[in-house]
Every structure is written in structure tokens, then in C-alpha cells.
């Protein structure tokens, strides 16, 4: 099965650490995209039917702001969807969130519409870290968000923490955990910041402005984070995220497991699945400008800035490096079935990190142990 991904584009104000691509957010605008994100699911589905016979089990509304486009635009939307595509009985429907730009009310409409998963940008409880990163919202109300969420009978509610913020101690950190355990969501999302070039937090920390917490007091927040987070019966089932069971993002596996899906609106990306034209799957990407995507689109032309048919080699590399990010791992047999015989080149460097004990491999079982998970990115690199 399928799954969907919608990038809406539209934020408030931008957060100062914030790189994904997003605009101002205008009335005429959110309007106007609904049925921009409409018209190239036709132009996808005009171009390849064969993707309308396979089922969607999972819609992701990402952002951005989601939630600004408010529930009637959201329900246009899902129903948009629904009436182009076939969706499976069970599907999970996810909306991020921003706690500042919902009211109680949103929560019970956007149910009743259909979404049943709701993910929530909390990135922390402690005031002095919301105005840093630049959040228009208060712990209250990221509080009040989620209690909303599950009374209005949302299957899933879960949060986003940012640890290893400027200023930021051990101890506040400790703080933001206990205070989310408390508050006991479904899933919980922890990420350090990476302050990305051209961002204000960038910039104000190549200033001296403000600095960021050591490598090693971040790694040790990471550490904190998952022996508490498990403590409080959490699964931490991928590196940078934790469930009560049976609460996994169903949408975000199959990014981790290279299954399909169609990446919608501009900045999106997707992995197409189209039989013998596309046996390894077609990597999709949409141009990061809402102009030259609503371009494109009002031309009746498909958005894509840069799509191909992944060869073999690239594939296993694809299907290591994302699913050594879960705590279950691989499959090599898996991907010999799916890739054919692993690359020689790709069978070294694996075998290099058995050999030095950052990979553990049993029989057919290949995975990453939890002690090298905070510095993944570098040993991972080593793979491609």
C-alpha cells in the first residue's frame, strides 16, 4: 500500500531554527493551494493510473503549519483525496499541529472529518526555550492541545521535544522530560537542533549571541532522554523516536522501510513503486517555491524539479541506511529479495562495521546497537 505525503507550505511566522521551506500564511493563498495539492494529485494519477489501484493506508499533513489551514480546508482536502483515491479501511491520517493555532472545537471537527492521528510541535515546556526557538505558543496551551486531542477522541496524540537548545542545561532538559512523561502522549519525537545555515539561531549564534550546549552535554541529553522516556514504558523503536505500544508512526515506517509514497505540494518528495517501469522505485522531488510549483502545476504540468528510476545499488544503500535507523533493523534476505545480491562495495563497508562492533549481525538480522545511535549520521555515512 501507498502511502500520501502533503507539504503545506504556510507558518504564522517562521521559528528561528526552522529550515523547512514555508511562506506567510494568507487567506486567498491557503485557498488557492487546496486546489493547487488537488490538481497534482490528478496530474499523478493521469500520468501513471496504475497508482490509483493501489490502496493508501497512510495520509501525512506536514508543514509547515498544517493545522493553520483550519478543519473545513483540511476536510476539503481528505475528501479531495478520498474521491481520487482509494483509501484502506484502517488508514492512519495524520495532522501536525502547531498548540498555538487550534481551539478546542478544531480538535472534535478535524475527528469528525477523519483524522485520527495528531502530532503536536510542543518542542519544549520550559517558556525561556519556546521565545529562543521562536514557538508563538505557551507549555499551557501545548498542554491544553493534548488534552483537547484526546477528548475529542484522536487514536494517536503525540508531541515534538527539541533538545540541546542555546542556554540550555541538563537539568532543563530533565525538566521537559518528566513534564512530558506526565502529560503521557502516545508517541513522543525528540530531536537535537542543528541550527541550519540562513536561519536566524544560525546567525545569531556566528554572532556570539548565544551558544550551544557541548557535543557531550548533548549527547548526554540524548542518553537522558531515552533511559527516562523508556522508563516511563516507552518504546524507543527508531533513533529519534518513542511510543507506547502499538502507537509507531505507521506513516514514517515506510520512509524507514522504503515503501511507497506519493510526495504532494511544494519541497515534497516521494517514492514511486510502478511495476516494470520502475522495479527499484522512482524518487520524486517538487521545486521548494510555492510560485514556480503553482506554475508548473496551472501549466497541467506534473511539478517535479528532479525525479529517476533508482538503480540496484542505489536501492540497498537506500534500504540500509534508512532501516538501520529502527531498533529491529533489517533484513538482508529481505533485500535480496527486493535488490538482488548486496553490492561487493556495500557488503564491505557493512562488514567493516560488524568487524568494529558498531553493526550487530545475526544470521539474516542486521542492526545498529542503541549505544551508537546518537552519532548514526556518521557511522551510516559510511554506507554511501
Given at each position: 500500500?501507498n502511502?500520501?505525503?502533503?507539504?503545506?507550505?504556510?507558518?504564522?511566522?517562521?521559528?528561528?531554527?526552522?529550515?523547512?521551506?514555508?511562506?506567510?500564511?494568507?487567506?486567498?493563498?491557503?485557498?488557492?493551494?487546496?486546489?493547487?495539492?488537488?490538481?497534482?494529485?490528478?496530474?499523478?494519477?493521469?500520468?501513471?493510473?496504475?497508482?490509483?489501484?493501489?490502496?493508501?493506508?497512510?495520509?501525512?499533513?506536514?508543514?509547515?503549519?498544517?493545522?493553520?489551514?483550519?478543519?473545513?480546508r483540511?476536510?476539503?482536502?481528505?475528501?479531495?483525496?478520498?474521491?481520487?483515491?482509494?483509501?484502506?479501511?484502517?488508514?492512519?491520517?495524520?495532522?501536525?499541529a502547531?498548540?498555538?493555532?487550534?481551539?478546542?472545537?478544531?480538535?472534535?471537527?478535524?475527528?469528525?472529518?477523519?483524522?485520527?492521528?495528531?502530532?503536536?510541535?510542543?518542542?519544549?515546556?520550559?517558556?525561556?526555550?519556546?521565545?529562543?526557538?521562536?514557538?508563538?505558543?505557551?507549555?499551557s496551551?501545548?498542554?491544553?492541545?493534548?488534552?483537547?486531542?484526546?477528548?475529542?477522541?484522536?487514536?494517536?496524540?503525540?508531541?515534538?521535544?527539541?533538545?540541546g537548545?542555546?542556554?540550555?542545561?541538563?537539568?532543563?532538559?530533565?525538566?521537559?522530560?518528566?513534564?512530558?512523561?506526565a502529560?503521557?502522549?502516545?508517541?513522543?519525537?525528540?530531536?537535537?537542533?542543528?541550527?541550519?545555515?540562513?536561519?536566524?539561531?544560525?546567525?545569531?549564534?556566528?554572532?556570539?549571541?548565544?551558544?550551544?550546549?557541548?557535543?557531550?552535554?548533548?549527547?548526554?541529553?540524548?542518553?537522558?532522554?531515552?533511559?527516562?522516556?523508556?522508563?516511563?514504558?516507552?518504546?524507543?523503536?527508531?533513533?529519534?523516536?518513542?511510543?507506547?505500544?502499538?502507537?509507531?508512526?505507521?506513516?514514517?515506517?515506510?520512509?524507514?522501510?522504503?515503501?511507497?509514497?506519493?510526495?504532494?505540494?511544494?519541497?515534497?518528495?516521494?517514492?514511486?513503486?510502478?511495476?516494470?517501469?520502475?522495479?527499484?522505485?522512482?524518487?520524486?522531488?517538487n521545486?521548494?517555491?510555492l510560485?514556480?510549483?503553482?506554475?508548473?502545476?496551472?501549466?497541467?504540468?506534473?511539478?517535479?524539479?528532479?525525479?529517476?528510476?533508482?538503480?540496484?545499488?542505489?536501492?540497498?544503500?537506500?534500504?540500509?541506511?534508512?532501516?538501520?535507523?529502527m531498533?529491529?533493523?533489517?533484513?538482508?534476505?529481505?533485500?535480496?529479495?527486493?535488490?538482488?545480491?548486496?553490492?561487493?562495495?556495500?557488503?564491505?563497508?557493512?562488514?567493516?562495521?560488524?568487524?568494529s562492533?558498531?553493526?550487530?549481525?545475526?544470521r539474516?538480522?542486521?542492526?545498529m546497537?542503541?549505544?551508537?545511535?546518537?552519532?548514526?549520521?556518521?557511522?551510516?555515512?559510511?554506507?554511501?
Open positions: 500500500m502511502g500520501i505525503y502533503l507539504h503545506v507550505p504556510f507558518c504564522i511566522r517562521k521559528c528561528s531554527y526552522c529550515d523547512f521551506y514555508s511562506v506567510a500564511s494568507k487567506e486567498q493563498t491557503m485557498e488557492r493551494y487546496c486546489g493547487l495539492l488537488l490538481k497534482e494529485l490528478e496530474l499523478l494519477l493521469r500520468s501513471f493510473p496504475s497508482l490509483a489501484e493501489i490502496p493508501a493506508d497512510t495520509i501525512y499533513f506536514g508543514g509547515g503549519t498544517p493545522s493553520i489551514l483550519g478543519p473545513e483540511l476536510q476539503q482536502l481528505l475528501k479531495g483525496i478520498r474521491s481520487r483515491l482509494s483509501l484502506a479501511k484502517n488508514a492512519e491520517v495524520t495532522l501536525e502547531n498548540p498555538g493555532t487550534l481551539r478546542e472545537g478544531d480538535f472534535h471537527r478535524l475527528r469528525e472529518y477523519g483524522f485520527n492521528r495528531i502530532s503536536l510541535g510542543v518542542q519544549s515546556f520550559d517558556p525561556p526555550t519556546l521565545a529562543t526557538l521562536g514557538r508563538i505558543h505557551t507549555a496551551q501545548a498542554k491544553d492541545a493534548l488534552y483537547s486531542a484526546r477528548e475529542a477522541g484522536f487514536l494517536s496524540a503525540g508531541i515534538d521535544l527539541i533538545f537548545t542555546p542556554g540550555q542545561e541538563a537539568a532543563d532538559w530533565s525538566k521537559d522530560l518528566e513534564e512530558a512523561a502529560a503521557f502522549p502516545d508517541h513522543i519525537s525528540v530531536y537535537a537542533l542543528t541550527p541550519e545555515p540562513d536561519t536566524p539561531i544560525h546567525r545569531a549564534i556566528s554572532r556570539g549571541e548565544i551558544t550551544l550546549p557541548s557535543d557531550d552535554k548533548v549527547a548526554g541529553m540524548y542518553d537522558m532522554a531515552s533511559e527516562n522516556l523508556q522508563r516511563a514504558k516507552y518504546n524507543h523503536y527508531e533513533i529519534s523516536n518513542f511510543a507506547r505500544p502499538g502507537h509507531e508512526c505507521r506513516h514514517n515506517r515506510k520512509y524507514w522501510r522504503r515503501e511507497g509514497y506519493l510526495g504532494l505540494g511544494p519541497s515534497a518528495h516521494g517514492l514511486l513503486f510502478l511495476g516494470e517501469e520502475a522495479p527499484s522505485g522512482m524518487r520524486t522531488e521545486p521548494r517555491s510560485e514556480e510549483y503553482a506554475s508548473r502545476i496551472e501549466r497541467g504540468c506534473l511539478p517535479w524539479t528532479d525525479s529517476g528510476a533508482r538503480n540496484l545499488p542505489d536501492s540497498w544503500e537506500e534500504f540500509l541506511v534508512f532501516g538501520l535507523r531498533a529491529e533493523g533489517i533484513s538482508l534476505e529481505e533485500g535480496e529479495k527486493l535488490y538482488g545480491p548486496q553490492p561487493e562495495k556495500l557488503s564491505l563497508a557493512v562488514d567493516r562495521l560488524v568487524d562492533g558498531h553493526l550487530i549481525r545475526n539474516n538480522l542486521l542492526r546497537p542503541k549505544e551508537y545511535w546518537f552519532v548514526s549520521n556518521e557511522l551510516l555515512q559510511q554506507l554511501v
